[in-house]
């Protein structure tokens, strides 16, 4: 049985950082493109970052330079490390993982960013 499950999302005031974390079992972790999207109130869920099962990453422009995407394929983790952050990162924060037709979602995980 999948699972995929975050952690890490909370409150915090702008210009500060939180890690968030997703924990997996039930798949071949390390063959699966890790993805980190986000869904604020009113808008569509947007790609936030990705990482390869080759390590190879790739960022939403309204991120680059603040975030961070990482995976540990020993501890079957996927780590999204948000910096500077802004009054309009606050979102739920999506894991995902995929690999030829599977995909599989975490349950989300609320991020708030408020004075």
């Known amino acids: 049985q999948v699972h995929v499950v975050e952690s890490g999302g909370g409150l915090v005031q702008p210009g500060g950082s939180l890690r968030l974390s997703c924990a997996t079992s039930?798949?071949?972790?390390?063959?699966?493109?890790s993805n980190w999207y986000r869904q604020a109130p009113g808008k569509q869920r947007e790609l936030v970052a990705a990482?390869?099962?080759?390590?190879?990453?790739n960022y939403a422009d309204s991120v680059k330079g603040r975030f961070t995407i990482s995976r540990d394929n020993a501890k079957n983790t996927g780590t999204l490390q948000m910096n500077s952050l802004k009054p309009e990162d606050t979102a739920v924060y999506y894991c995902?993982?995929?690999?030829?037709?599977?995909?599989?979602w975490g349950q989300g995980i609320q991020v708030t960013v408020s004075s």
């Open positions: 995902n993982y995929r690999n030829s037709g599977y995909d599989y």
């Open positions: 039930g798949f071949t972790f390390s063959m699966y493109a």
């Open positions: 990482i390869t099962s080759g390590g190879r990453t």
